[in-house]
């Protein structure tokens, strides 16, 4: 399923957070949101969560326009912070967001079983959130994320607060999910961390500034860093 | 729906110590005030003047409270001043010697003096060697004692007064009540204030803290990516919490009533139905109010605001009597509704019948309510 934004406004307390927004991710591609804090970023996630509704243009999803509840139950999304509850443990967590998603019985512990595997925490699933370390809340959130098979995952900066090689085996996972076809958005503002996705849209003050390949833009580079792309913008008051 | 209200039982079970302060702590506060409202066994302690009427001091001495005649040198210094409102000229009252002189003075001229009673029976009472000094005279009876309102005032102004009324009947005052008895104690006469109160007041805490916490926590928002409904999450909350505070409320009316052997004139079981819509009027309240705040400290900050007026509207004071239309708050008080029918059913005995108006206007708080926060999660999710 392909998500496509077309001219999306939305506007906080008279700031606009994102300006005249039209992008594209596409099914079994990874699309990396780039930008300095508050470039609009989660902005942009949470439109696409049915969270936010645009003030002007439309969001639509498989062809559909979202949000829509059918619609919702293919998303899987990852928050900023770990949001998880840290009064159950693992497990219930898991099985908790699982019947939101209409998993029941067999089905939803199978799933919660297999979801905690594969995130490590299989020996600690009856363990309380709140005595995991920060790297185990953030695989607890990837597993939430993933337990019920969305095609469309949102995530919103997933690797903030890990270690490099926690980083390294989530985004071993990411690209296990990209082979299987789903369509993907994360947001990071960790620069190398693009050279994994396919395209990357670069957004400045709430402007979508470049939006190509990820071969292509660092082409349009001097020192083979997307971080030139900002500086250049900035220079150019915003605009390349 | 399901999925919250299974969730809301499994956090509450890993926190033992929210449960236990939902459902030990309302009982360790019913029974500590059952001890401090309930039959005390104090007997206050009377002094009366040597010249206290003989037939007076023996239906005094009937009564259940301890007498004594003060020794005739203090006695001398304090009939001085009993009653007297004008100030003092002379120095006598100070002189314990000469306490004959100022004894015979005194009944003449009882309005130079007053200063007696500071440095005499007032040292008396403020030393707690007794409760009451009394004196007789021409303008009748003078009783000094240390506070007003106190529970000791009124069990001696009644020693007293029965006293009063044993030598000469035709002063007797008979005392009866259409509802509840002449010598019910506090903790009867209020128990209803404190049921409702108690289990309303915890409630509204726990049920405003989890959901600003859901919030803070972010979890709301990855609730609200999910395909449910706004309806299922207030109502899972609602459901949830509420069946946990109907668990607590039908603990505290059996633990009154069968342990600490509170008076319930009309049925308990209509008690409880009261105390569990109260429980989830307090839910819906706690949710609704936590819409404002953005942390535990800020809910915290409501209760003077939410919990301690409707405090006032619910029987500590009476409110027919109330100036400028005051009374009229309470009708938005859903305390005022939970208290008033658990009154007319543990003290005037009434039954369906007599509280449907508190039952239909506490159904009608928290169906507004309900929608509220229906409304209000619409800042996370439009749909």
Redesign the interface.
């Known amino acids: 399923m392909n998500i496509e934004i077309n001219h999306v406004n939305k506007t906080f307390n008279k700031k606009e957070v994102l300006q005249d927004v039209s992008l594209t991710a596409r099914e079994g591609e990874i699309l990396c949101l780039l930008g300095p804090s508050g470039a609009g970023k989660t902005t942009l996630i949470r439109l696409v969560t049915g969270g936010l509704r645009p003030d002007s243009g439309e969001i639509t999803i498989g062809g559909r326009a979202f949000p829509d509840r059918e619609t919702m139950k293919q998303i899987g999304f990852m928050p900023q912070n770990d949001a998880v509850y840290s009064d159950l443990s693992g497990l219930d967590n898991l099985l908790f967001f699982g019947r939101l998603f209409g998993l029941s019985g067999k089905d939803l512990q199978q799933k919660a079983e297999d979801s905690i595997r594969w995130v490590d925490l299989e020996k600690d699933k009856k363990k309380l959130v709140s005595r995991y370390s920060g790297g185990m809340k953030k695989r607890l959130s990837l597993a939430v994320t993933l337990l019920h098979n969305p095609s469309i995952l949102l995530l919103d900066e997933p690797t903030v607060g890990i270690d490099p090689i926690l980083r390294k085996s989530v985004w071993d996972r990411f690209e296990e999910l990209r082979l299987e076809g789903k369509t993907i958005i994360v947001s990071t503002h960790v620069m190398d961390e693009a050279a994994r996705c396919q395209r990357a849209a670069l957004l400045y003050e709430g402007c979508l500034i470049e939006n190509d390949t990820t071969e292509n833009l660092l082409r349009k580079t001097n020192s083979g860093s997307l971080e030139e792309l900002f500086f250049m913008a900035q220079k150019a008051g915003g605009t390349l | 729906m399901?999925?919250?209200i299974?969730?809301i039982f499994?956090?509450m079970g890993?926190?033992r110590r929210t449960l236990a302060l939902m459902i030990a702590a309302p009982i360790l506060i019913l029974s500590l005030l059952y001890l401090l409202l309930g039959e005390g066994t104090y007997i206050p302690a009377i002094s009366v003047s040597q010249d206290f009427p003989p037939a007076l001091l023996a239906e005094l001495r009937k009564q259940d409270v301890d007498v004594s005649v003060l020794p005739h040198d203090i006695d001398a210094d304090i009939d001085i001043g009993m009653g007297a409102d004008g100030v003092d000229t002379d120095t006598a009252g100070a002189d314990t010697d000469t306490a004959d002189t100022a004894d015979t003075a005194d009944a003449n001229d009882a309005n130079d003096a007053l200063s007696e009673v500071d440095t005499c029976a007032d040292t008396l009472l403020k030393e707690k060697t007794t409760d009451a000094v009394v004196t007789v005279d021409t303008d009748g009876m003078h009783i000094r004692m240390l506070e007003s309102g106190s529970s000791k005032a009124a069990s001696i102004t009644s020693a007293i007064k029965n006293a009063a009324a044993a030598v000469n009947p035709s002063a007797a005052m008979n005392l009866s009540f259409v509802y509840g008895q002449v010598d019910s104690t506090s903790f009867n006469s209020l128990g209803y204030v404190l049921l409702g109160v108690l289990s309303f007041f915890f409630v509204f805490i726990i049920s405003g803290i989890s959901f600003v916490r859901e919030r803070e926590?972010?979890?709301l928002?990855?609730?609200?990516?999910?395909?449910?409904?706004r309806i299922s999450v207030v109502g899972g909350y609602t459901v949830g919490f509420g069946i946990l505070a109907a668990i607590q409320s039908v603990l505290m009316i059996l633990f009154s009533r069968y342990v600490l052997g509170m008076k319930f004139e009309g049925p308990v079981w209509l008690a409880m139905l009261i105390m569990v819509l109260l429980a989830f009027t307090a839910v819906s309240l706690g949710a609704f109010v936590s819409i404002f705040a953005n942390n535990e400290f800020q809910v915290m900050q409501f209760i003077p605001l939410v919990i301690v007026p409707q405090m006032f509207f619910s029987g500590l004071i009476t409110i027919d009597t109330l100036p400028y239309g005051l009374g009229n708050i309470s009708y938005l008080m859903p305390i005022y509704y939970g208290c008033s029918g658990l009154e007319k059913i543990m003290i005037k005995g009434f039954g369906l019948e007599g509280i449907w108006k508190e039952l239909c206007m506490l159904l009608a708080f928290i169906l507004v309510l309900f929608a509220l926060n229906v409304l209000a999660l619409k800042k996370?999710?439009?749909?």
């Open positions: 399901k999925g919250l299974i969730r499994h956090q890993n926190d926590t972010g979890t928002e990855r609730l609200m990516a999910t395909p449910i409904r996370y999710r439009k749909l």
